[in-house]
């Protein structure tokens, strides 16, 4: 039926069983009638690989790639193509999902995707997979058990309205740029959003709820420039917003505004650098620490940090103007040496550290460490912080 239909036709496929793999190299519309509609790739290769501009998938299921991860076999194979649509379809027993190289101007929407099962989701392959792509929209989709949603080398893509479950890491960003992520829903991966290099990066009004390692990451940000994260929700993490600065790094690189962090064993972990942030007006309350940095002595300097609501704040506001009368300084005391030697994190809490900790800060026998201060604190949350909604 591909072959023999004209340039720009419609096939209308009933329901059945139709064995792939396929190829498309012409503009062309292929539609199914839902789940009832299989397109079964036998195990081999890619089940549908898409070579030509202008084409649409719709209302298909899909399933039975190959697994063989260097071939990225996927349900779906896009390459050196633009304006391809692949919307409400159904993903299953596929490695990659859907994998898109060299294509631009394209849509990805509604689309539900699950890897092939494996014991160590390492094995899986990504349920989205961009390459050097660019002015794409991923939007609707829900991804449950695959590997990541990832955007590798890719410009001016806009991933909304997601939801993504039991994977790796929710969304990847690698050495990407103008990239909006934005109203998703991330549960209960190994980590949320994940940004290594590139530049001018929003993520604004996820929720980023719970990752299931001990080592969990909400949000993890690694150089790059100019990453805004806005009002989004990052609760029950290991470490709610883990930067890795770099040193000879200059001028503001991050924005962290209006964000409710909670119930995180971590609210910010630094390595080795706190500098470059700006850090306003966020909700950052029930976390067992507020501020972690894990090496001694590397410096802490150029950030704007303030109008932030504190739960551990401890001041007063006589003046009743809503701000602290005195600064939140994160020191590091005794129960805070963890930080530093590891080692120490098993006694964390112990009867010995708490009593030492006390002591300390009644008459403290050593000048504790600064890690960061907010000269301006909340004595009640920002209304609008956090994700309203989310995919």
């Not at 300097?301 to 809503?322: A, K, L, M, V």
């Amino acid at each position: 039926m591909i072959d023999a239909a004209p340039a720009g036709a419609a096939i209308e496929l009933p329901a059945g069983r139709f064995l792939g793999p396929i190829t498309i190299n012409k503009p062309l519309i292929l539609e199914g009638v839902g789940v009832a509609t299989q397109i079964d790739g036998n195990g081999s290769g890619s089940v549908v690989t898409i070579r030509s501009p202008d084409v649409t998938i719709r209302n298909l299921s899909i399933t039975g790639s190959g697994r063989q991860r260097y071939r990225l076999d996927s349900g779906v194979t896009v390459r050196n193509a633009e304006r391809v649509t692949i919307e409400r379809c159904s993903f299953d027993r596929t490695l990659f999902g859907i994998t898109m190289t060299n294509t631009h101007h394209s849509l990805l929407r509604e689309n539900n995707i699950t890897s092939y099962e494996e014991a160590v989701v390492d094995n899986r392959g990504d349920g989205i997979n961009l390459w050097g792509s660019s002015h794409n929209r991923i939007v609707g989709n829900r991804l449950i058990r695959s590997r990541d949603l990832s955007i590798s080398r890719s410009s001016h893509t806009v991933v909304a309205q997601n939801r993504i479950e039991e994977s790796r890491y929710g969304v990847l960003v690698q050495m990407s740029r103008d990239v909006n992520i934005t109203g998703n829903t991330i549960l209960s991966n190994y980590a949320g959003i994940v940004c290594k290099g590139g530049g001018n990066i929003f993520v604004t009004g996820n929720r980023i709820i719970k990752t299931k390692l001990a080592t969990g990451i909400g949000v993890l940000l690694t150089h790059g420039r100019n990453i805004r994260i806005e009002r989004n929700t990052i609760m029950r993490h290991s470490q709610a917003i883990y930067i890795d600065s770099k040193q000879k790094e200059r001028g503001m690189q991050r924005y962290i505004i209006k964000n409710e962090i909670a119930f995180n064993n971590e609210a910010f972990h630094f390595h080795a650098l706190i500098k470059n942030n700006t850090i306003r007006q966020n909700n950052i309350f029930a976390n067992l620490s507020d501020v972690v940095k894990d090496i001694r002595g590397i410096e802490s300097t150029e950030n704007d940090i303030g109008y932030n609501y504190w739960g551990n704040y401890q001041g007063f506001d006589r003046d009743g103007d809503g701000i602290g009368d005195t600064p939140y300084m994160v020191l590091i005391f005794a129960d805070k040496l963890w930080q530093f030697d590891h080692h120490l994190k098993f006694f964390y809490a112990a009867p010995v550290l708490s009593a030492i900790d006390f002591i300390e800060r009644l008459a403290p026998f050593s000048e504790p460490v600064l890690l960061l201060e907010d000269p301006r604190p909340r004595r009640e949350p920002v209304d609008d912080a956090g994700a309203k909604s989310g995919g």
